[in-house]
């Protein structure tokens, strides 16, 4: 088990759903009372940096949607993987999976027919059990479908991807906000899918949340989209075996980015990701070849993180969608959702940046986990950390107990403030230095005398005696908020 899912369930960050009963199933997990605030936090930041900041507006969409929407999208036909079973042990694999896992490249589209071939000439063995022995591969759709209504009469699905909510409202959110092209909606929001193999904890889960912005516009009229042409960007191109840093420019040049738009989110996102606090060697931006993007992207982009022990994971899909969503659903409801604007009646293009929460937020936190002293110490920034500062009283006697709780009183309306006082003072700082919190505060003898209380910053375990009446002055400039 890797260190990071150790914490994680030692320290409540996250762990698996239902984990009392043993057949619960996998791909389900739970965020506990730190792994939330963590959570929250992420979802906070994001609000202001991409939906906020671009006079964007959020929704809060349904998680069950009638079939009707998810055939119009195409996710009843085409949101399938190809799926193979071992005769012996009557394992599932994943196609493209079992096949990548022997060595052998393919795309993740590839159909049964080739992969059933490809198991033959290649003379695949079953991972867990050698045998040479599979049943033909079938395409198995992932979508979790549901009944609504007493008669179940109603057929309907848990979404595979919040998105298509923005799109079935953006008509209604366009006209009613009185706003302008281009309009930026955002939701943050469940989706659902029968993942064959769940695995690696928070990255391949079967219900998981979804950060979406999709950017609504006009293609002839992009010039609102800025960026900075001399920006470097991660990139991986076709055909490359390591990212490298591009200009935007070079990138346009080349015709690899062909609108301002795509430019102007592959910067910003860029930018999000590293003021989250990745390190700038973990991201880089993937460029999908045309025969291996989702079926409704014009462009595609797939932002990557490396972990240690996973190496490069998928965290973000950044797409151009043209004005395909808007058209299908319109010609499936038969309803025009066409707008006016300057004349001219016309779909709005969508660009979208659809993040992957937990992914997120796990590989935040394994980027941000290292050791010092021999101890584990979770680095994240101080807009992501649970709490900026833990409260400790040396003791929970003579009056300590007291000036610690009245101290906590105070700073907890300004701060996010952890109060411990529990195990010994060296068991506290290693508590929460695991789990990301900055300062720690102790009140002991000497404060009674002096009004003075220790201060200790987790990241260098350096310690400072201040008088409690300059605390407000010291976390002010420490501390931005
Ligand atoms: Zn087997």
Known sequence: MSELINLALRRNIFYPTAKIYSNSPAGFFDYGPIGLKIKNNIVEFWRK??????????????????????????????????VVKCKKCGVFFKGDKLLSDSGIDTKEQINPEEIDKLIKDKNIACPKCKSKNFEPSFKFNIMFGVNVGIDNKQPAFLRGEACQTIYLDFLRIYKNSRQSLPLVIGQI?????????????????????QMDIQVFFNPKKQEKFDYNPDAKIPVLLIND???????????????IVKSKVEACYLEKYYNFLLKLGYKETSLRFKYTPEDERPFYAQACWDCETYVDDLEWIEITGIHSRTDHDLSVHQKHSQTSLEIVEDGEKFLPHVFEVSIGTDRLLYTLLSDSLETLNEKNLLKLNESIMPYHMGIFPLVNKDDIDKLSLKLFED??????????????????????????????????????????????????????????KELADFFNKKLAH
């Open 49 to 82: 940096e991409f939906v906020e900041a671009n006079n964007g507006l959020e929704i809060d969409g349904c998680q069950i949607l009638p079939k009707a929407v998810f055939e119009a999208s195409g996710h009843v036909a085409n949101f399938a993987d190809s």
């Open 411 to 468: 700073l907890h309306r300004k701060y996010k403030v952890i109060y411990d006082d529990k195990g010994s003072i060296g068991k506290r700082y290693a508590r929460i230095d695991e789990i990301g919190v900055r300062y720690a505060i102790t009140v002991d003898y000497q404060t009674k005398e002096d009004n003075t209380v220790t201060i200790r910053d987790s990241w260098t375990t350096k310690q400072i005696r201040l008088n409690i």
């Open 189 to 209: 929001g469940k989706a659902f899918r029968n993942e064959i193999a769940p695995k690696n904890a928070l990255i391949r889960t079967r219900e998981f949340t």
């Open 241 to 255: 075996k390591k990212e490298h840093l591009t200009p935007l420019k070079e990138l346009i040049n080349k015709k």
